[in-house]
Nanobody
Framework: VYMEESGGGSVRLGGSLKLSCTIS????????LGWFRQLPGKEREGVAM???????RIPDSEKGRFIVSQDYTKKTLYLQMNNLKSEDTAMYYC?????????????????????????WGQGTQVTVSS
């Protein structure tokens, strides 16, 4: 399985960006997919998750601003980010956890964070400036 993010870039405060993550050679039916971000020297933090049933989890700090979605046909994960703040500046990664049985437990994914996921993209930089 190969994952690749795109859509990062520079944006003004209050602006929007939509990140995409294409997932290649993926034949699993059951999975959790997540978006994480990381600053240098900091741990990765989850900002959005979605599972094979289409259930989503967004942390309270991003609710109302971030929307996670997926296109089953294109095997692509999306993150729509609105009303961007300077603290959203980070490298953004998509990640996957595939499994034989479903649905993938999002509450477990949210609790365990990066350790729950074992396939990662290379990241795309998002920079928010005034």
């Amino acid at each position: 399985v190969y994952m690749e993010e795109s859509g990062g870039g520079s944006v003004r405060l209050g602006g929007s960006l939509k990140l995409s993550c294409t997932i290649s050679r993926h034949t699993y039916i059951h999975y959790c997919l997540g978006w994480f971000r990381q600053l240098p020297g900091k741990e990765r933090e989850g900002v959005a998750m979605i599972n094979d049933y289409g259930t989503t989890r967004i942390p309270d700090s991003e609710k109302g601003r971030f929307i996670v979605s997926q296109d089953y046909t294109k095997k692509t994960l999306y993150l729509q980010m609105n009303n961007l703040k300077s603290e959203d500046t980070a490298m953004y990664y998509c990640a996957a956890h595939f499994r034989e049985e479903g649905p993938c437990p999002l509450d477990d994914a949210l609790e365990r964070g990066p350790q729950f996921f074992y396939t990662w993209g290379q990241g795309t930089q998002v920079t928010v400036s005034s």
